[in-house]
């Protein structure tokens, strides 16, 4: 992927603050953080979202998350961190190129994340139950 920014970011053609680095992963630190220590978790190879990823590589990608998601809270004495993922435009991803953010939470410190609990009908349980299989 030769225009792809996180490419270029992971292999080291593009410096970026680099917290953790492997054969596999670069773990930065986010240019428009949504709090103090925003993290992102990158493959080296190319794959645009999480259905793309091969199971291991996305097994290895959650064991790094665990490392780096620790390392951060402990540095940073936060009191809390979300793991996120995007998957299309729609859910919010802008760099097409798969990525979990790292971003610690702190007591006291506005939202970051959220969104207004609805309630789950039997009509959606129903529907949906019917429609999605795994
Ligand atoms: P998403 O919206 O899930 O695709 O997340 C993309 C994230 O990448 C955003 O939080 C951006 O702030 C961040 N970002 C974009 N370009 C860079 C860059 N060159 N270095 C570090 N973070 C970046
Ligand atoms: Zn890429």
Known sequence: MGDCIFCKIANGEIPAATLYEDED??????????SKGHSLVLPKAHYANIYEMPDE??????????????????????DGL??????GLTAGQTVFHFHMHLIPR???????????????TDEDKEEILAKVKI
């Not at 702190?106 to 789950?120: A, D």
Request: a positive charge; proline letters at 4%; glycine letters at 16%.
């Open 25 to 34: 992963f670069r773990v930065i630190l986010d240019l428009g953080p949504g």
């Open 82 to 87: 979300n793991v996120i993922q995007n998957n």
């Open 106 to 120: 702190y007591e006291g410190k506005e939202e970051v994340i959220g969104w207004t609990p609805g309630t789950l």
């Open 57 to 78: 590589l996305l097994g290895k990608a959650m064991a790094v998350a665990k490392k780096a998601a620790a390392g951060l809270v402990k540095g940073l004495e936060a």
